[in-house]
């Protein structure tokens, strides 16, 4: 298996770290398609289509209320152009300082060193968590 879809992966996280949301749209393709575990909070959960779609409808309202950070530990290629990234969220919600602690999993698909898909699935309970004021 060639290296390149490894590479834009981890070029993938490399932005994300960053917040950068240049790098980030030239990461996806036009045509990207991304699924966000449902019960994520402030109904993020769902399918986006469209790179701008989901930067500017999920990820940009996940910075504006978290600050945090996507650390992958495993990349597991399971095909061409398929990545399974296995990860934790680590931050902090804005509005409570509470922290967030999440495990991920990204399941990738990567065409022509960019990324058509991302598929999330995570502990929503743990984001909702950091957003609940009431620390309960």
């Given at each position: ?45 769902g ?12 990820w940009?309202?996940v ?33 409570t ?40």
């Amino acid at each position: 298996m060639s290296d390149e879809p490894l590479e834009t992966a981890r070029r993938l996280y490399e932005a994300f770290a960053a917040k950068d949301a240049r790098a980030l749209l030239a990461l996806l393709a036009p045509q990207f398609h991304g699924v966000v575990s449902e019960g994520m909070p402030d109904g993020l959960g769902g399918s986006y289509d469209g790179a701008g779609t989901m930067l500017n409808d999920c990820w940009a309202p996940v910075f504006a209320s978290f600050d945090v950070r996507a650390l992958p530990d495993e990349y597991l290629p399971v095909g061409p152009g398929r990545i399974v990234v296995v990860g934790r969220y680590v931050g902090t919600a804005l509005r409570t300082g509470r922290p967030l602690h999440a495990a991920f999993t990204h399941i990738l698909r990567i065409a022509d060193a960019r990324v058509t898909e991302l598929v999330q699935i995570t502990d929503t309970g743990r984001w909702r968590d950091a957003l609940d004021r009431s620390g309960s």
